[in-house]
């Protein structure tokens, strides 16, 4: 499996906030800036319609007391200019500001005097590159409103806009905080296709690369690691948000949504459990690539040493009757050469045999006995698996 590596956008960085107030609206993420994009639903259990934006509204969706519910959205956030417009329409607070525009931050949940604010996060898996892309969706929920702000155009958010124009499923007869719930519950939903995208490359290597890893592999299957851990790091606090959701008594949270909630906690907590595991087959992967490598180099060095022994006795026979002495009654011998032939064949299969005699010796009875391998195909299942008590 080969990786293509694509070069990193270049992102407003946290440190260039260093220095400002807190509360200062600076926009922190992706730093190719996009158009945003605001739409408006107004909807109730018999109508909806979509329009755009108008501020002098926004006051009127706030006091209606006639059920009628409102649905604002923002997609792309690089805009600065035009969210400080949206802020002011709504009022929101400085600190909620703040955390819209930075992109950066971990997915959480808090309690403001007049709304209730998300931060969750969106992921995605790059298949060319085994990684995983994030995306903010922040939310606003007020008593009759929800304002969402997505960091990046796209249709995620299509299929429920349509649903809602459309009439169908339970948001126009449930509040704004069931629209919520239903975003919440797509976020969440998307992170089972990365999961089984992150299964599918894990089965793979398994399959074709672990019967002869190199270092590819090595590669490859830490890149596969990096992704499942920025996963879990990314997955984690939603678990908390969520939970929060559901256990805490928030005034903005109904309780027959707190039980859809439920639903939604139990998908993060299954998702969690799944990319544990992912993440400890990878750690075992790891250790048995780098197992198998080193005992390649040590079955090479092994012939090298066989080789270096073989050679050891010819070398000091040769360096023995190589000597330029003037005395030395072997060298004026008729056999004399042939005699030094037959030393160093003889030497040399001396050592072979004592190699593999010491081999033999090492070996366990089952090797030496030929049962290093068992034949599985003639293991067959019991037929009574359990066996009887002799008890009716």
């Not at 525009?101 to 590159?129: A, C, G, I, P, Q």
Request: aromatic fraction near 8%; hydrophobic fraction near 40%; glycine fraction near 4%.
């Amino acid at each position: 499996m080969r990786l293509r590596f694509k070069r990193r956008k270049r992102r407003v960085r946290m440190s260039e906030k260093s220095g400002l107030p807190a509360g200062a609206a600076m926009y922190v993420g992706a730093a190719d800036e996009q158009e945003s994009n605001v739409t408006t639903i107004e909807y109730s259990e018999n109508e909806a319609q979509m329009r755009g934006l108008a501020c002098d509204r926004a006051q009127v969706w706030k006091d209606r007391k006639d059920g009628r519910k409102c649905w604002i959205h923002a997609d792309g956030v690089s805009d600065v200019q035009a969210m400080h417009e949206l802020f002011e329409c709504f009022h929101l607070h400085p600190l909620v500001r703040e955390d819209i525009l930075n992109t950066l931050h971990r997915s959480k949940v808090e309690e403001y005097e007049d709304s209730l604010f998300l931060v969750m996060k969106r992921l995605r898996f790059e298949r060319d590159t085994l990684s995983i892309a994030t995306e903010q969706i922040s939310m606003v929920l007020q008593a009759n409103r929800l304002i969402t702000f997505k960091e990046q155009a796209d249709g995620f958010l299509k299929p429920l806009r349509e649903r809602i124009l459309q009439g169908r499923g339970k948001a126009r007869q449930m509040g704004a905080d069931y629209l919520l719930y239903v975003i919440l519950d797509m976020i969440v939903d998307d992170y089972f296709p990365v999961l089984e995208a992150l299964e599918d490359a894990i089965d793979w290597i398994d399959e074709h690369e672990m019967s002869h890893p190199d270092q590819e592999t090595l590669n490859t299957i830490h890149v596969l690691k990096r992704s499942t851990i920025e996963f879990q790091k990314t997955v984690r606090p939603v678990r908390e948000l969520v939970k929060t959701l559901v256990s805490t008594d928030i005034d903005y949270v109904s309780e027959p949504v707190r039980i859809y909630m439920r639903d939604v906690y139990d998908h993060i907590v299954a998702v969690l459990d799944d990319v544990e595991t992912h993440r400890e087959l990878l750690v075992n992967m790891m250790d048995l690539g780098l197992s198998i490598i080193s005992n390649r180099l040590n079955e090479v060095m092994k012939v090298l040493t066989v080789l270096g022994a073989l050679f050891v006795p010819p070398t000091l026979i040769a360096g023995i009757y190589g000597m330029n002495f003037e005395f030395m009654p072997e060298l004026r011998w008729p056999w004399g050469y042939a005699y030094s032939l037959a030393m160093m064949a003889a030497s040399s299969a001396l050592a072979v045999g004592f190699l593999r005699l010491s081999q033999r010796r090492i070996q366990s009875p089952r090797q030496r006995a030929g049962l290093d391998r068992v034949n599985t195909s003639r293991l067959k299942p019991a037929d009574d698996p359990v066996p009887s008590t002799g008890r009716k």
